[in-house]
């Protein structure tokens, strides 16, 4: 028969490994991912800073990437930033080198737990938010 110790010492670890998995997986449920669809001949670089509150701009960035698209392609980052309320900017550029388009959009958590900010890059180069 096992002793107490051992016992405990085996329900301890199973159950913070339990716990382990769930918080892992409600993290990843609290966070947003990104794509792009690129519909164009071309291949872009798309650059992205999401910014929430803050005193200053430095303070306010959250995420700043790029993500690469071939053409016909598309690029995903999974679980970039926490699930709540950002400006979102980007710059597309043609052959990682012309710009294309810029602008801004704003992201707002559904709550569903299926958070994404997704665009088309269509021709000439414009993202459409999706």
């Given at each position: 028969?096992?002793?107490?110790?051992?016992?405990?010492?085996?329900?301890?670890?199973g159950?913070?490994?339990?716990?382990a998995g769930c918080s892992?997986?409600?993290s990843r449920d609290d966070r947003v991912d990104l794509t792009v669809f690129?519909?164009?001949d071309d291949s872009f670089a798309v650059e992205?800073?999401?910014?929430g509150d803050g005193a200053a701009e430095g303070a306010a960035r959250a995420y700043s990437?790029?993500?690469?698209?071939?053409?016909?392609?598309?690029a995903t980052r999974e679980a970039v930033v926490e699930a709540r309320r950002y400006l979102v900017r980007y710059r597309a550029y043609e052959d990682d080198s012309r710009l294309t388009d810029?602008?801004?959009?704003?992201?707002?958590?559904?709550?569903?737990?299926?958070e994404s900010v997704a665009f088309d890059?269509?021709?000439?180069?414009e993202l459409a938010r999706r």
């Open positions: 028969m096992p002793s107490r110790r051992a016992l405990l010492g085996t329900l301890g670890v159950t913070t490994t339990a716990l892992r997986l409600r690129n519909q164009t992205f800073e999401f910014f990437s790029t993500l690469d698209v071939a053409p016909d392609g598309e810029g602008g801004h959009v704003h992201f707002i958590p559904s709550g569903d737990g299926t890059l269509r021709e000439p180069g």
